[in-house]
């Protein structure tokens, strides 16, 4: 008997130290398709994906960065899909940020090999030019509940620290409970000194991100169009749900909307994961929602999200936990337990 899933990409963060050898750990098998990537990275005089991945040290400043980490996360991501097991009918495909390029490639629209030119060539000029930054803040409460009145006043703080002369800050990614935000210089640290420090942690800066998903990255998403302007998208296999919550159907879908959408709208726009989830599960409606290596920090954003809607009756974090221990719905590659049931070692 089959098990439907919604497949989830990661994007950028998802490859740190633990991950350190993922390739090589759970993915011994993929010579083949590994050699491919490698020659590409030393045809452009970069260090091949393998090596990278089968050092003996890790540093953020090196594996951080954007012309190292999003090689390593496709590579491992996309190795991830080719290990499910025989019985898992993938029936959608989505991802946050950057994990939308790895899920052209894991839904069909393009060749292994492509879609990981698109992730060698925009993870390079994002981190030539690394235009901005990024930070993350939570609106929701302890449970998991969706506040929203917390939300609006973040956001409105957002919009008020936009309007300031010299200062540039905007939403940049939903996702789940949290927000990221990005922005230049003064614009992130006027909101670090404007909300409250949460946990330790937040207002969290994210070290090597540039201020993805707003305008700030106009000049990368046209020199990514110009590089990348032969590449030839294909009907996708499964749907795709992309950044907005819409559908990409197969044997339905404009390709060169979809071209236009991955490098226009959803370089320098807002990317709602948080309604790419919900949308893949309310249209989908899945067993599971598997999301694929490296790291396992999306799989929580995937739970409040699917919280967040109610989601067969879950209202908080309490309700996930309970599910998750009778019956596991969200899966992550990323942790060796979970791992095991949707590969089946």
Not at 71 to 91: G, H, N, R
Not at 309 to 325: I, L, N, S, V
């Amino acid at each position: 008997m089959s098990r439907t899933a919604v497949l989830i990409c990661p994007g950028r963060g998802t490859y740190n130290k633990p991950e350190l050898g993922y390739l090589h750990r759970h993915h011994a098998d993929k010579a083949a398709l590994f050699a491919d990537f490698d020659a590409t990275r030393a045809a452009q005089g970069q260090e091949e994906v393998t090596a990278l991945d089968g050092a003996t040290r890790y540093s953020v400043s090196k594996y951080g960065r954007g012309d190292v980490a999003s090689p390593l996360i496709y590579a491992s991501a996309l190795a991830d899909v080719q290990s499910l097991t025989e019985d898992i009918e993938v029936v959608a495909v989505t991802g946050n940020s950057m994990g939308w390029y790895i899920a052209l490639a894991a839904a069909g629209a393009l060749a292994p090999q492509q879609g990981f030119e698109l992730v060698n060539t925009m993870g390079t000029l994002m981190q030539q030019h690394l235009i901005g930054g990024q930070l993350v803040y939570p609106f929701m409460g302890a449970d998991w509940q969706n506040d929203r009145a917390r939300r609006a006043e973040l956001l409105q703080l957002v919009a008020e620290i936009n309007e300031r002369a010299d200062h540039m800050l905007a939403l940049s990614i939903e996702l789940g409970g949290m927000l990221v935000l990005a922005g230049d210089a003064a614009g992130l640290a006027a909101f670090e000194a404007a909300v409250p420090v949460l946990g330790g942690r937040f207002p969290m800066r994210l070290a090597n991100h540039a201020g993805f998903h707003t305008a700030l990255q106009a000049p990368v998403a046209a020199e990514g169009r110009r590089r990348l302007q032969a590449m030839m998208l294909a009907q996708p296999e499964v749907p795709l749900v992309d950044g907005r919550g819409a559908i990409w159907q197969p044997g339905a879908t404009d390709l060169r909307a979809l071209w236009g959408y991955t490098l226009g709208h959803q370089v320098v726009e807002p990317y709602d994961f948080t309604r790419a989830v919900q949308t893949a599960a309310a249209e989908f409606a899945p067993d599971l929602f598997i999301v694929t290596g490296p790291g396992s920090t999306l799989g929580g954003a995937v739970a409040q999200s699917l919280v967040h809607r109610g989601w067969q009756g879950m209202r908080g974090k309490a309700d996930f936990k309970a599910r998750q221990e009778s019956d596991p719905l969200v899966i992550s590659m990323g942790d060796a337990h979970q791992r095991a049931l949707v590969t089946g070692r």
